[in-house]
């Protein structure tokens, strides 16, 4: 069993100037980490088949072994987790819907094992590793056998070895079960096909070969596969309801086509595409998200077209159906993410490669737009948002790499933003919002890959 390590806060200190650059990690050719910057990897496979800045707090280290990861600013505590060699895949479950954290999973790449940590409320975690002879790159919670959340199950997929393991509970005694891949999997998800609240049925995509792949369950933990040719590139999606049965439907990027394919489901696995060959986007969509842009009760879509400098917004009609705009945006965007940043009207935020700004597209509930650019440090590469006020409205979290900083941006509830920044010893990965205890303050979670620990930012509530 390992317990956290908690991090005593470091001294701190007003900025009063911009945060120099400070010198990325070297490679470690042992570990295969590198400085290279998040996502770039997928960037080139892809690519084959086709407002005000706050207070700031510095970091001070520490001579201990397991120094800080992060310095606070006034509204959160770091507490470290230790797990194993190259954490690079997280996920977390709340099994008694109390909305707090209850379980952790991490993949360790380079243990070749998952681990489950178990919260006790109080930030105390107990550890259960679990072998999986593959290097994990890839970790999801997934109710597999229909146990329920009392004894949910986990999924795990290994890159390098092409290997799907299924973890199975029973009552804390876990099996595993490896399937083999000939293509490698770029998205995995773990939904509800028919929307019975049974047991999970599994999504992948395979890029090159233009695959969905559907492993619908049996409901007692067998699964059925059944393949999808749909294009070159498949890659990114997501899952939700675009139409008026219960039934899951699904929405999936062509990179190399720069379409989005529109997939109705059966219930059953089977899915009927609408219209044939998708919608067009422009060129290089590479991220994707639902909400509903004009508050008329139907989902809608928002997609990142990195090569493209535009986000497109789908708005749907109900019957899986969508109508398309592109809106243009400053540089090449990435990863989309949303919130009601003025506490009421759905809107977008999306990041951009190797600038120093955010866009954030202020929705008006009927499918319009006003894009505000935030200023932030050099390079934002992943995004999250939670309530990390208090105040009902969403704020923003921006990992930015070339300062090893994270930007909190307070949503003032109209639109507007004041920045405050963290500073970190490594370059974190992975933001989540989720809450480690009660409040109505969001917490955050990190994976600190190089450091071989997760990071915990907790509320000060």
């Known amino acids: 069993m390992r317990q956290p390590t908690h991090t005593p806060q470091a001294t ?47 970091y001070n280290p520490n001579p201990d072994e397991f120094k800080p990861t992060a310095t606070t600013n006034a509204d959160f505590t770091a507490h470290d987790i230790v797990v194993g060699d190259l954490p690079s895949a997280l996920d977390v479950a709340d099994t008694n819907s109390d909305d707090i954290v209850d379980l952790l999973v991490v993949a360790n790449t380079l243990s070749r094992s998952v681990q489950v940590l178990t919260h006790d409320g109080a930030l105390n975690f107990s550890s259960t590793t679990l072998a999986v002879n593959a290097e994990p790159s890839k970790v999801l919670f997934a109710d597999l056998d229909g146990g329920g959340a009392g004894q949910i199950d986990a999924v795990a997929y290994a890159v390098n070895d092409r290997k799907l393991v299924l973890l199975t509970n029973d009552g ?15 998205s ?8 019975d609240g049974s047991a999970a049925d599994l999504l992948l995509t395979f890029p090159s070969a233009g695959n969905l792949s559907v492993m619908v369950n049996d409901g007692a933990g067998a699964l059925t596969t059944l393949t999808t040719a749909l294009c070159d590139g498949a890659s990114a999606f997501v899952a939700d309801n ?63 077209n990195n090569l493209g400098a535009s986000v497109s917004i789908l708005l749907g009609d109900g ?12 540089g090449r965007p990435e990863w989309l993410t949303v919130g009601r940043f003025d506490g009421v009207n759905e809107s977008v935020a999306v ?41 009902g409205s969403a704020d923003l979290f921006s990992l930015e790499l070339v300062d090893r900083v994270a930007s909190v941006l307070a949503g003032d509830g109209s639109g507007g933003f004041t920045r405050s920044v963290i500073g970190f010893d490594e370059t974190p990965a992975q933001p989540r919002t989720a809450k480690f205890s009660a409040g109505a303050k969001d917490d955050l979670l990190l994976l600190h890959p190089s450091l071989d620990r997760l990071t915990i930012l907790q509320n000060r509530n």
């Open 319 to 330: 019957a899986g159906g969508f109508t398309v705009s592109h809106l243009s945006v400053s």
């Open 12 to 58: 701190a200190r007003l900025w009063a100037r911009t945060p120099q650059p400070r010198p990325l990690p070297p490679h470690n050719a042992r570990s295969r980490r590198s400085a290279a910057r998040p996502g770039w990897a997928l960037l080139a496979a892809l690519a084959l088949l086709a407002g005000s800045l706050g207070a700031c707090t510095d």
């Open 351 to 391: 990041n951009h490669d190797a600038q120093n700004v955010l866009t954030v597209l202020l929705g008006d509930g009927t499918g319009g737009f006003t894009t505000r650019l935030l200023n932030v440090s050099e390079d934002p590469y992943a995004l999250a948002v939670g309530d990390f006020s208090g105040d």
């Open 172 to 186: 804390g005694t876990w099996s595993t079960q490896t399937m083999f891949f000939t293509d490698i999997v770029h």
């Open 242 to 304: 675009f139409d008026t049965d219960a039934n899951l439907d699904l929405a999936v990027l062509c990179y190399a086509g720069h379409t989005v394919r529109i997939l109705l489901g059966d219930g059953a696995g089977g899915f009927t595409e609408q219209p044939a060959g998708g919608y067009t986007l422009n060129e290089g969509p590479l991220s994707i998200v639902a909400a509903d842009f004009n508050a008329d009760g139907n989902r809608d879509l928002a997609i990142a």
């Open 188 to 195: 995995l998800a773990a939904v509800d096909l028919n929307g």
